[in-house]
């Protein structure tokens, strides 16, 4: 029983990293996704794992199942959320299990959009393009045909493509966000209308625990002139931190050595800064703090 124990232990360990890539990317919560991976565990104990002939593609068609029913009561649940909702931000090259496979899917660009598909179309999305499966796993894992899936990949990249611009390189992307660190600390508003695009949209994530704007900020100008005007409290004993969440630059904030209360980064494109996103939701800060 107990070798038993040990080869279902060693198994679910090797495709714990895939189990944790799938649901933090259906979810954009890194807790809700270990509460996932751990029911899967749970699942595996219990299951008869003498029948089953891949113990991989049956873990991840669990995971991936699990996260479309949590993706709908989540959509549920976000109805109700105070302010814009963002990702949580995880470091993906220190977290052992998400860093550990490719990367994709993982930017905070990609994710918000994901957020907008349907969890089928948007499972059949990350599995494909962050996992590579081929499309006749995929249609058993979704239950469904492989022409039916290959219309929900094709659909998600239209979707996606539709909806983003190219993203610059991360290191243009880092330069972008230091500039406007320093620019929106100053309150120079001539510099943050030149970093911003002009229809760049400031992002807050609070749900009520933080005063922050519970609407998004919208256009060049009134962004500008909104980080201005609060430059001169904000940023009293504030350090700030650089790092990296979800394969981009982000700046981590402490006041007066504490704990980090936000975190702030940008999405940029050929344009200027796109989106500034700050994340303040303190139940969201674990995974980087």
């Known amino acids: 029983m107990t ?32 509460d996932l991976v751990q029911e899967v565990w749970l699942r595996w104990q219990a299951a008869d794992r003498s029948a089953v002939q891949s113990p991989v593609a049956y873990l991840s068609t669990a995971v991936t199942r699990l996260a479309i029913n949590a993706s709908q009561s989540a959509r ?15 470091d993906t090259s220190a977290d052992p299990y998400l860093g550990a496979e490719r990367g994709e899917a993982l930017s905070f660009a990609v994710l918000l959009v994901l957020e ?32 039916a899936v290959r219309q929900l990949v094709s659909r998600a990249r239209k979707r996606i493509r ?18 406007f660190v320093a620019a929106a600390r100053s309150g120079d508003l001539g ?3 030149q970093l911003l695009a002009k229809d760049a949209i ?7 625990a933080r005063q922050v704007s519970k609407f998004p900020v919208v256009g060049q100008e009134r962004v500008a002139k909104y980080y201005r005007a609060f430059h001169q409290h904000f940023w009293i004993g504030v350090e700030v931190e650089f790092g990296t969440a979800n394969g981009r630059a982000v700046a981590m904030l402490r006041r007066d050595g504490g704990d980090v209360f936000a975190v702030c980064t940008v999405t940029a494109s050929d344009d200027g800064i796109d989106e500034v996103l700050w994340q303040m939701n303190p139940a969201k800060l674990t995974a980087i703090a």
Request: charged share 30%; glycine share 6%.
């Open 76 to 90: 549920a649940r976000r109805e109700t959320y105070i302010g814009p909702w963002l990702p949580e931000p995880v």
């Open 202 to 208: 400031s992002y807050s994530d609070g749900n009520g």
């Open 191 to 193: 510099v943050l209308e």
């Open 116 to 147: 907008r598909l349907s969890p089928t179309e948007r499972a059949a999305y990350i599995l494909r393009e962050a996992f590579d499966y081929p499309y006749d796993e995929l249609a058993a894992m979704l239950q469904s045909t492989e022409p």
């Open 3 to 34: 070798d038993e124990l040990d080869d279902a232990v060693a198994v679910f360990d090797e495709v714990r990293p895939r189990l944790m890539g799938i649901a933090y990317r259906m979810l954009g919560s890194h807790t809700e996704a270990e």
């Open 162 to 179: 539709a909806e983003r611009r190219t993203e610059v390189s991360g290191t243009q992307q880092k330069k972008l966000l230091t500039a």
